[in-house]
């Protein structure tokens, strides 16, 4: 069974700085994407950054980007998002995601997801 477990959310000032992770088990994704999402109150669900197989491709919102930074460790199954100079507008719920397929985009087409972290900046 696929297991994937975001951790380090939580509430900040802004301008902090926050880390959350994301651990999976069941299986590995070595070949594939893994992404962040986010999802605020009353909002659709939105695309936060993307990292490769190898990790050596990244892609991210416009929002977060210069911001954020996103990484992973292959050995550990493990996906990381580094959030610096946050935002109240960056308060939502953090998802992991990770997929076995190829993909022409980086935002879509995720099979295994996340409970979720809330991620919550005061002004």
């Known amino acids: 069974q696929v297991r994937v477990v975001e951790s380090g959310g939580g509430l900040v000032q802004a301008g902090d700085s926050l880390r959350l992770s994301c651990a999976a088990s069941?299986?590995?994704?070595?070949?594939?994407?893994k992404a962040w999402f986010r999802q605020a109150p009353g909002k659709e669900r939105e695309f936060v950054a993307a990292?490769?197989?190898?990790?050596?491709?990244?892609y991210y919102a416009d929002s977060v980007k210069g911001r954020f930074t996103i990484s992973r460790d292959n050995a550990k199954n493990t996906l990381d998002l580094q959030m610096n100079s946050l935002k109240p507008e960056d308060t939502a719920v953090y998802y992991c995601a990770a997929r076995v397929r190829v993909s022409l985009s980086p935002k879509d087409d995720y099979d295994y997801w996340g409970q979720g972290t809330q991620v919550t900046v005061s002004s």
């Open positions: 069941g299986r590995t994704f070595n070949n594939y994407y």
């Open positions: 990292i490769s197989g190898s990790g050596g491709t990244t």
